[in-house]
């Protein structure tokens, strides 16, 4: 139905920076919220920074000022720009989508890619 590929991830100096892409593909009609998560080992799955299909953004606490969320509707893709990194961003990133079908236009599901690895060396 839908598929998210992310890439981007690798490893990383503190202090460095990465850019995240994630792309959208399958029977879309459009698509609400898309959002950057990340799990670090034995932790659960936190919410990094969401943006609205309007373009409005949120952002955790600690990526403030230096993640930077954005996204192309038309292409159905979300960006992350990570700046400063620190090594206790380190962690498996997944994209999100909530997506409406064409075949279902009046709900919404939740979809995730497949993670991609953020290592910061200190």
């Known amino acids: 139905q839908v598929q998210l590929v992310e890439s981007g991830g690798g490893l990383v100096q503190a202090g460095g920076s990465l850019r995240l892409s994630c792309a959208a593909s399958?029977?879309?009609?459009?698509?609400?919220?898309m959002g950057w998560y990340r799990q670090a080992p034995g932790k659960q799955r936190d919410l990094v920074a969401g943006?609205?299909?309007?373009?409005?953004?949120d952002y955790a606490d600690s990526v403030k000022g230096r993640f930077t969320i954005s996204r192309d509707n038309a292409k159905n893709t979300v960006a992350l720009e990570m700046n400063s990194l620190k090594p206790e961003d380190t962690a498996v990133y997944y994209c999100n989508a909530e997506v409406r079908l064409i075949r279902s236009i009046y709900t919404s599901n939740s979809y995730w890619g497949q993670g991609t690895q953020v290592t910061v060396s200190s």
């Open positions: 943006i609205t299909r309007g373009g409005t953004t």
């Open positions: 399958g029977s879309i009609f459009d698509i609400n919220t």
